[in-house]
């Protein structure tokens, strides 16, 4: 069974691009998460989401960020028009059920030149 | 707002020696999680601790909950060279009638080195 997928693995942008970031989900959890990891701090919620449906997204910023998980296909985070303070590793976990234990994936490093 | 507060942020460990890693947080919460992250990677689980005196061995790790102090523990024993990198303990966020949001609060990071 293989594990959370994210790609690419690592991503350069410069200012003003946009960054796509893509998660495969575990076979079988519906249940994706996106945590942001700033350089030596803890990760930070950003959103919960299950399929078509976003649960919570009390941690994303409210302007040029959004994050979707179609019927089909990975989860994708977007980030429009990138800055500097962008630049982060991005963690993407699911589960199985909602209380179970979160799983994550090898990240998205984001650099934003 | 959750806090979690982990500490000590840095321990250098001497090999074979024990140490503890201690974990508060401020808000009632009945699932915690301890992480390990070495240095560009992902995160690792190690444990799941899911109710008050909840102990859990894996190795020369061993974790334990106090619900009611809100204080989880970390214990290392016997240091080897391969305990070293960061661990994060998260804690679930439920609502006053006990629903989980899915959402995890971590804690700001113990990094661990062990020397020689």
């Known amino acids: 069974n293989a594990g959370v997928m994210q790609n690419p693995r690592h991503l350069v942008r410069r200012r003003g691009q946009e960054a796509r970031l893509r998660c495969s989900p575990m076979k079988g959890h519906s249940h994706v998460y996106w945590y942001r990891q700033l350089p030596e701090e803890g990760l930070k919620f950003m959103v919960y989401?299950?399929?078509?449906?976003?649960?919570?997204e009390s941690g994303m910023p409210k302007e040029r960020f959004s994050a979707e998980f179609p019927k089909e296909g990975p989860s994708i985070l977007r980030i429009q028009q990138v800055v500097r303070g962008d630049s982060a590793a991005y963690f993407c976990a699911s589960s199985l059920l909602l209380t179970d234990t979160q799983y994550f994936g090898p990240g998205t490093r984001l650099t934003v030149l | 707002e959750l806090k979690v507060e982990q500490n000590p942020l840095f321990l250098s460990m001497q090999e074979g020696k024990n140490y503890t890693i201690y974990c508060n947080y401020s808000t009632t919460s009945d699932r915690l999680y301890w992480y390990r992250q070495d240095p560009g990677k992902s995160l690792e689980s190690l444990f799941v601790l899911l109710s008050n005196g909840a102990v859990k061995q894996e190795g020369r790790l061993m974790a334990s909950l106090d619900t009611k102090a809100r204080l989880s523990t970390l214990h290392i024993t016997a240091a080897v060279h391969d305990l070293s990198a960061t661990y994060f303990c998260?804690?679930?966020?439920?609502?006053?009638?006990?629903?989980?949001?899915?959402?995890?609060?971590f804690g700001q990071g113990t990094i661990l080195t062990v020397h020689p």
């Open positions: 989401l299950q399929k078509e449906n976003i649960i919570d």
């Open positions: 998260a804690v679930d966020t439920r609502d006053a009638g006990g629903t989980s949001y899915g959402k995890l609060t």
